[in-house]
């Protein structure tokens, strides 16, 4: 799971994303309102974690901007503020739900796990397509044209990503960070190895490619019809 953890409280993040990565979570921070709500518009998140009280923007704010602009992500409101006014003005500002400091870190870690597993629910797909290609991720098989496909896991993750993304440009970043879970640069061709052999394997022996290349910009996985 990916969280963005949005709290001015430099020592209150460090102690988030430090529970968090021992739990096996993948954390970026912001330590205010206006960076908080430019990485969670720039980068895709299973969770939010926003404090109330921000500097730059406040954190009902950067919600209701985000409900705005049509982020679904699920948002988890921290507050010292625990009247029941303050949290229903939380959750009407598009909070998914309201903990109040202090709190204990695995009542936190349960409810942001919570609802992770409710998006997962609404979003889920059992099955992508694209063209004649068919992968589908609760057997984690794939197949073009009926005829079986054999991945290695990362190759299956990047594949599962391009058809997430299917007819969209997919950078070198997104991929870093999706795929691999990168957050810099590691500068090797890593991408471009795994690229070449997924499409040795889904594109070679067919007549029409489906993985193209976007110079300057990234990859694209789409059918000639699309």
């Known amino acids: 799971m990916k969280v963005l953890i949005v709290e001015d409280d430099a020592d209150a993040a460090r102690y988030l994303a430090r529970g968090l990565t021992e739990a096996g979570h ?3 921070t912001a330590g205010n309102g ?5 990485m969670a518009l720039s ?20 919600i209701e901007t985000l409900r705005e602009k049509d982020k679904h992500v699920p948002i988890l409101v921290l507050s010292a503020l625990a009247q029941v006014d303050d949290r229903v003005k939380g959750l009407r500002a598009g909070g998914d739900d309201y ?5 204990a870190f695995t ?3 349960a409810r942001i796990e919570a609802l992770a597993r409710r998006k997962q629910t609404a979003e889920f797909e059992a099955v992508y397509k694209v063209g004649d290609l068919e992968l589908d991720r609760l057997s984690h098989t794939v197949t073009r044209a009926g005829k079986q496909i054999v991945l290695q896991p ?6 599962e ?18 795929v691999w879970d990168y957050h810099f640069d590691p500068q090797t061709n890593v991408i471009d190895v795994h690229i070449s052999r997924l499409r040795g394997k889904i594109d070679k022996s067919f007549k029409s490619p489906l993985v193209h290349t976007v110079r300057g910009a990234g990859y694209v996985i789409r059918a000639d019809a699309d």
């Open 34 to 38: 206006e960076a908080g709500l430019e």
């Open 99 to 103: 903990l109040t400091k202090p709190y």
């Open 161 to 178: 990503y391009l058809m997430r993304h299917a007819g969209q440009v997919v950078t070198r970043t997104m991929l870093l960070e999706n």
């Open 107 to 109: 009542e936190l870690l």
């Open 26 to 28: 993948s954390c970026d």
């Open 43 to 62: 980068a895709e998140y299973d969770v939010l974690i926003v404090d109330r009280m921000l500097p730059k923007r406040d954190g009902l704010s950067l």
């Open 154 to 159: 990362r190759e299956f993750r990047l594949l």
